[in-house]
């Protein structure tokens, strides 16, 4: 199963919401107990910001979506700041309210404030992400430390959480409304989180480590971004390439004639192991690309980010000592499911000897095949590609060149992953070419509802480019309150390679999967039916919040939608029977292997966030080796799906200690399908109950009662080691 970099609207930096307890918006507010760079930010000039600026208003275009016909790179960074100054007038009122505070002038107050930075911020996350440029990479290097500062300055403002405290204090004798006491225990418990009970010297430690962890993180971002297109593989000699189809060797030359220089470039995706390692025949090019990856940010120049990360693992250690943790997980999993590291390394750990064992089996056959061949060496990490091919083509009768002409992006979208979501839950898509984009790769579509409403606007931006970050994930641009009278418009990224003109854009199942995975967290937002912004859509703790992207994976080989899409993109031939039947038989080759390569990455992460304030700062290649020793999971054929120093989650997105989620959520994506099954399958009845009790409620009601009242009963592993072929049984989830 691929396992997809996501990062979703509550994980990226204070989107479009006042207040989560994942995530704050930022608001400043002047508070004497905070250090001087904790001060609201200075207001720009006011030629800087103006009614010329596209954010100064709301856009005028279907779904307020941003005017990128008209925005430029230096429009951000003024109405980002102006939206700062604004939100601190609105802020301060709440805060100097003379009236008692009451749950309308403090919380909905609250949850109305800061349009334009929303607006603004919400844009420029989606733009720098995944179309950045020098400007852009200033801006964000400029607004990281301001946006930490600006957050501080309302958590630990006193006189606001006084009034939140109040409210809070007394919220059962309100008569609230669920959602609406959800929001008091919510945004109460996101100031207390963020150390809003700290005495006041504390907050100024605290905000000084923010600040710095902020800037650390951003620093991070954009030294893997520039080591990661530094890593492409670059070559003139064709026989280094043999393998690859004519349209995979066409779109190296296109992506040399991108870069202008001469020959073939193999540009890096962000994970360890590399897409096209399944096709090389030439075993040096496999080693030289494994190793431009696995190096790529540990090569002693200006992009090392080994220096940033031990640095940034220390700083997060002895912020949670401060706040009275014993080190950054524990802080972290307050607020999740799993409630403690202890819980979710006890869920890992109790996968790792199925998984190695799996792995294990699986590196005895491919190490059978290169003896068969007479090859004469013993399997190393940039072979199991390759082999992993062989095996599963002499296995099964099976390989990707005869499965990808069945799989032309444009009919897999439509055919399918939009297929999927209308035979479940009614919704339509209309293609809309009057909706300006941000790049020319971009494709806008309008969601309707089955009654006919407008639902969402829908961007999705699948091709890599060099100035795009690694990985793919869903984001929002505008989200969904009843509130502020807003509809969701949606976007996903992915990096799919893209082809030379002309030529299909064929792409692997594993890519079809996450296209159903990422648009599992497009529906999530697209149908949030909440009054509250903070509480909307995908803004849930991590390790739920992949449950509706892993669920909606399933639908990829349902029968009825795989018939739907899976045809030749030339004949428009169905795939044949036999062939479908291969790749079933086929489903559950290299679990061990993307199990295992997941646990590690997941452990990698948690070691890292278990690190008391008292340890010292770490060498990362010698706490990699020992982290991955010492719970036996160092196997050198199966490396970890990320490294720690280009471990984009852990460090630039928000997961740290908290990678687990995918592992967490893949026992509750097969335990809900596992229902769907026992109860008919892709049927309209069903897709609406999953969309009314869980897809539409957010962050509304506590997830794990969220999921047993449409379970109607806790989740078990039965359903992954059906649906995994793992075997002997693990247990229960922890509780």
Known sequence: MNISLIRCAFAVVRLATSFSCVALCGVALAD?????????????????????????????????APPFDRIKDDDYLPAIEAGMVEELAEMQAIADNPAPPTFANTFVAMEMSGRLLTRALSTFQAVSGADTDPVLQDADAKLAPELAAHEDAIHLNPKLFARVASVYEKRRSLHLDPESLRLVEQ??????????RLSAGDKAKLSTFNEEEST????????????????????????????????????????????????????????????????????????????????RAERGDANDTRDTISRLAQVRAERSALLGFPDYAAWALQTQMAKTPQAALKFMRELVPLATGKALSEQRELQSAIDAA???????????????QSVRKQKYDLDDAEIKPYFELGNVLENGVFYAAHELYGIRFKERHDIPVYQPDVRVFEVSDANGKPLSLFYCDYFKRDNKNGGAWMDNLVGESKLLGTLPVIYNVANFQKPAAGEPALITFDDVTTMFHEFGHALHGMFADT???????????????????????????????????????????????????????????GEGYSLTETLAAAELDMQWHTLPASAPRQNPDEFEKHALASVHIDLAAVPPRYRSSYFEHIWGGDYAAGYYAYLWTQMLDDDAFQWFDDHGGLTRANGERFRHMVLSRGNTRDLEKLYIAWRGRPPTVDAMKKYRDLEPAVGAVPR
């Open 374 to 388: 007479q090859a004469g060496f013993t399997l190393a990490a940039w072979d199991w590609e390759y082999y992993a």
């Open 187 to 196: 945004t109460y418990l996101g100031f207390v989180h963020a150390g809003a």
């Open 32 to 64: 004497p107990a905070l250090p001087p760079h904790s001060a609201a930010p200075r207001a720009p000039a006011t030629t800087e910001f103006g009614p010329s600026n596209p954010f100064f208003a709301p856009s005028g275009l279907p779904f307020e």
């Open 531 to 589: 009054v509250y912004p903070s509480l909307s859509g995908s803004q849930t703790p991590r390790d739920f919040v992949e449950f509706p992207s892993q669920f909606n994976e399933h639908w990829a080989l349902y029968p009825q939608v795989f018939k739907h899409y899976a045809h030749h993109y030339r004949t428009r031939a169905p795939m044949p029977d036999a062939l479908v039947a291969k790749i079933k038989r086929a489903r559950n080759f």
């Open 216 to 295: 650390l993180s951003n620093t991070f971002k954009t030294r893997l971004l520039a080591a990661t297109k530094n890593g492409a593989y670059l070559t003139n000699d064709t026989e280094a390439l043999a393998g690859l189809s004519p349209a995979e060797l066409a779109a190296a030359g296109e992506a040399a004639k991108g870069r202008e220089v001469t020959g073939y470039v193999l540009p890096l995706q962000n994970t360890t192991q590399q897409p096209l390692l399944g096709e090389l025949t030439a075993r040096t090019t496999r080693d030289s690309i494994f190793h431009n990856s696995w190096d």
